[in-house]
């Protein structure tokens, strides 16, 4: 493969800084006629175009033009050239091992497996190329100049998706996207077969919520890098995203506008108490709602899922500003609360008992600072903080910009608690003793402040970084950049770390993990060319008016 011996960034011009985006009004969306555009025009243009109406007339001499190694607002297509800067050392060798990783159908690029890890003796899934795992390995080869191998991944999983999708004899949804897949080749008959995991071969036999939102996500990662649109606008992904909306936003029981989901359905893929609406998949839902609005067309089966779409995303963001934000204001009210209120005057409209609050919350929670808590559902609030549904509030804007801010302090003021020596805790804090045998079943990967229990990700880094560059903060995300490189390829890439502070390697941790390894890239060329930030960010749609006008933590 002539691609393993390049190793080094390829040469992209920065010299756009990060401006204003597709900003427009949802609510008129449908009654505006579909207009036909130039191939070469940016995704971004094609949502002011297309999308809008009344747009101000800041945004009349919008810079839209795709051009191969140029900039078309933040759309990011690269150049053949290498980046001019001086890479760190650890550069180099993360490029290779991602391109050790790589996996091939019928000799086309199609993913990247989850570890390459030759050392441990049990292989179990690490071998297989994982949805949600190739998202930083695609978002690295497309800031790279590399479309090819995402858009075989995109086009793949599409395929798998329209299998029949069966778990002890039960039929699953048609829009369900495989957790994961893998490429069995017979070099007798020199065939390539693939197979595909819904949930059937998983732990605890969970089907992955969250694949097709990061499916969706990385759509329009790929449309916005290469400013191609003749992908998403195939016949095969419309109904691909149609399958995966419909299936979301199903009308039934629900008096709530969040996906009722179980344990183990997303990155925390074991028991941990996340069942019932846990804030990493309502922000992923709430993304992937938003990057395919622009990219369904408006015929008669987009336009009727395009409404659907609208209807929620206003709901979904109400619901989530007003009920899982907590800041100290917030908190100090919850703490009073009366219980018992029955009628549409209830303050405490979900019935939580303050004695339930748990103390550990009253010393973490700053005078400045606030963040979504990690469920909310009747008479409970997780008030666990998540970093990958905070970070993904923040770059889908389901967060103002205010609460944007707000999360940003809360982890500047509890850095130690949140970063610690390896960033970063994919939640906080651990849980122990009694209540984690209740809530993780006596799982022994999940002890306190290891794996999902507290543990620290190498891979949540590129999320934390493109948090810091939308709200102004590079200079934290070079801070956590700087823990990482002293110690990641070190410690040969693992899987996550443990402790209290992330001292330690993750005692079940995998060796050379694919997406800490593409997280780590991300991270490095987002930080050096902030307009990749456009690939994985949404702006904020100043329709959607937030409940407060500023976050109360904020005047503090």
């Known amino acids: ?241 149609r399958l995966i909306l419909t299936l979301c936003l199903s009308e039934g029981f629900d008096t709530f506008p969040t996906l009722l989901c179980a344990d183990g359905c997303s990155m925390i893929d074991r028991r941990m108490g996340i069942y019932g609406y846990p804030i990493e998949i309502q922000a992923l839902f709430f993304m992937a709602l938003r990057s395919a609005l622009p990219m369904l067309k408006l015929d008669a089966e987009g336009k009727e899922c395009a409404e659907s779409i609208v209807k929620r995303l206003h709901a979904l963001s109400y619901h989530m500003r007003s009920y899982f934000w907590l800041d100290f204001q917030q908190l100090n009210d919850i703490y009073r609360y009366k219980t018992e209120e029955y009628s549409h005057t209830a303050v405490n409209k979900f019935n939580v008992m303050p004695d339930s609050i748990p103390e550990w919350v009253f010393d973490f929670m700053p005078n400045r600072g606030g963040y979504f808590v990690g469920n909310v559902s009747p008479a409970r609030m997780d008030f666990r903080w998540f970093a990958l549904g905070n970070c993904i509030a923040i770059l889908s804007s389901l967060a103002t910009p205010e609460q944007s801010s707000a999360i940003m302090d809360l982890i500047e003021a509890r850095w130690e608690e949140l970063v610690g020596e390896m960033p970063l805790k994919i939640c906080y804090p651990a849980i122990e003793s009694h209540e984690w ?81 593409a997280g780590y890239l991300v991270a490095k060329m987002m930080l050096e060319d902030p307009s990749h930030l456009g690939m994985i960010s949404l702006e904020e749609d100043r329709q959607m008016k937030p409940v407060l006008k500023r976050s109360s933590s904020w005047t503090c």
Not at 488 to 512: C, F, I, M, N, T
């Open 1 to 241: 493969m002539d691609g393993t011996k390049e190793y080094g960034l390829r040469k992209v011009s920065s010299h756009c800084s990060i401006s204003e985006m597709d900003d427009y009004d949802l609510s008129k969306l449908l009654d505006r006629p579909r207009i036909n555009i130039e191939r070469k025009r940016s995704f971004d243009e094609r949502s002011l175009s297309e999308l809008s109406i009344g747009l101000a007339k800041g945004l009349d001499n919008f810079e839209g033009a795709y051009s191969p190694g140029g900039r078309s607002g933040f759309s990011t297509p690269g150049s053949t050239a290498r980046n001019s800067f001086e890479p760190h050392p650890m550069v180099a060798d993360a490029w290779e091992a991602l391109r050790r990783s790589m996996v091939y159908f019928r000799g086309q690029p199609v993913g990247t497996i989850a570890a390459y890890d030759h050392a441990s003796e049990e292989v179990l899934n690490y071998d297989q190329v994982f949805v949600r795992d190739f998202v930083p390995s695609a978002l690295a080869f497309l800031m790279n100049g590399e479309p090819d191998i995402v858009k075989h991944f995109l086009l793949r999983t599409l395929q798998i998706q329209g299998w029949e999708k069966r778990v002890d004899r039960f039929k699953l949804g048609a829009g369900v996207m495989p957790a994961s897949f893998k490429v069995l080749h017979d070099p007798v008959r020199k065939t390539d077969t693939v197979v595909a995991d819904f949930g059937e071969s998983a732990i605890g036999r969970v089907a992955p919520v969250d694949s097709g939102f990061w499916w969706i996500i990385l759509l329009r990662a790929y449309t916005k890098s290469t400013g191609d649109l003749t992908l998403a606008e195939t016949p095969e992904c419309q109904k691909g995203m």
């Open 437 to 517: 045998r209740i809530v993780t079943g006596c799982d022994p990967k999940n002890t306190r402040w290891s794996y999902h229990n507290g543990g620290s990700w190498p891979v949540l880094l590129w999320l934390l970084t493109a948090a810091c560059i939308k709200t102004g903060r590079p200079q934290m995300a070079r801070r956590a950049i700087d823990l990482i490189e002293s110690r990641l390829l070190k410690d040969s890439w693992p899987e996550y770390y443990d402790g209290k502070l992330g001292r330690y390697v993750g005692k079940q941790a995998r060796k050379y993990q694919t997406w800490s390894i």
